[in-house]
Nanobody
Framework: QVQLAESGGGLVQPGESLRLSCTAS????????MGWYRQAPGKERDLVAT???????NYADSVKGRFTISRDNAKNTVYLQINSLKPEDTAVYYC??????????????WGQGTQVTVSS
């Protein structure tokens, strides 16, 4: 069993910053790529950013320059630093991780999501 738990969301004003965290736990031998996605009300879940185990990153064009993804492999944790928040960033933010278990099976796991609301 593998669990991902996000934290750090909340209600913020435009222009403020947030740092989201996501920690994986359970039957984990190693973790490959990790990522953040978001889903706004009435819309599909979209890619925000991904990061490989080696630290290579990829961002959606809409967040380049404002969002920074990072990870701490020793803590099985991925972070998303969000600066200069805009109302259109309002969404539920989900993390995922490609996990290899001790039984050497591989699967993509998702967290439950954390709400980010940007409003004045």
């Amino acid at each position: 069993q593998v669990q991902l738990a996000e934290s750090g969301g909340g209600l913020v004003q435009p222009g403020e910053s947030l740092r989201l965290s996501c920690t994986a736990s359970g039957n984990i031998f190693s973790i490959g790529a990790m990522g953040w996605y978001r889903q706004a009300p009435g819309k599909e879940r979209d890619l925000v950013a991904t990061i490989t185990s080696g630290g290579n990153t990829n961002y959606a064009d809409s967040v380049k320059g404002r969002f920074t993804i990072s990870r701490d492999n020793a803590k099985n944790t991925v972070y998303l630093q969000i600066n200069s928040l805009k109302p259109e960033d309002t969404a539920v933010y989900y993390c995922n991780a490609m996990v290899i278990t001790f039984q050497r099976s591989m699967g993509l796991y998702w967290g439950q999501g954390t709400q980010v609301t940007v409003s004045s």
